[in-house]
């Protein structure tokens, strides 16, 4: 059996504010333990539950922010960026039996502890055929056209509440209780280490193989802050203004969806002002 676990770091036990996810802060470097400590505990789990292997794929900003010395030896660590399907690259090669989340978080303009969608601001809001999505949401349609069931979320309580709307099967673990957007009541790593590590060695049961899941097209309607945002995205081909403040595009498969995304959020984030955004 392979796990792939695909580690954001926001919903990392605790971590409530920017500071705490932006790499070269003095927060950064302290939470980067407390974000490892979340997913050696949920790969811990997955190997007392069965698992031969475990892939974690980083997938937060700079994608180098783990600690790889504090791992477990029986891992490996996919780091750095530019990867074909970014958070959950490592799906597609046909031997990943299930995927974890872990330090997971909820999509922009929702509430949630650093809520947000790819970008920490500009976007407001993504809706994927009608229905607002998290990058929870987005990345689980794109593991189930590989065949691979979402088997564990982590973060705060209304990522796990989130998460029961894409993979009401999976397991979930609150490591902190969404207040604000910047403030939670966290737990500390002792207790949430354990908490992870238990859900993980019973959702192991879960990663079971299934057949691809075709559910194309896929609409995707992305909002932003800024108007000269949208514009900036139609240089990504197919994708069309259809509001002051929004764009949308259709894609027939959902890989061919989040790579569409990925670069309209690349243009995007190029397009943005230091002060006026």
Known sequence: MKILISADMEGATGVTWPADVLPGTPQWERCRALFTSDVNAA?????AGGADEVLVNEAHWTMRNLLLERLDERIEMLTGRHKSLSMVEGVQHGDVDGIAFVGYHTGAGTEGVLAHTYLANSITGVWLNGTRASEGRLNAHVVAEYGVPVVLVTGDDLTCEDARGYAPAARTVA????VSRYAAVCRPPARTA????????????LAVRHDPVHAG???VDVEFDAEHLSAAATVVPGVARTGERRIAYTSRTMYEAIRTFKAVT???SAAVEEQYG
Do not use: M, N, R, Y
């Open 43 to 47: 790969a811990l789990g997955f190997f």
């Open 217 to 219: 097209p896929f609409t």
């Open 194 to 205: 354990g908490q992870i590590e238990a859900a993980a060695k019973e959702a192991a049961a």
């Open 175 to 178: 490591v902190k209780d969404h």
């Open 266 to 268: 690349t243009i995007v």
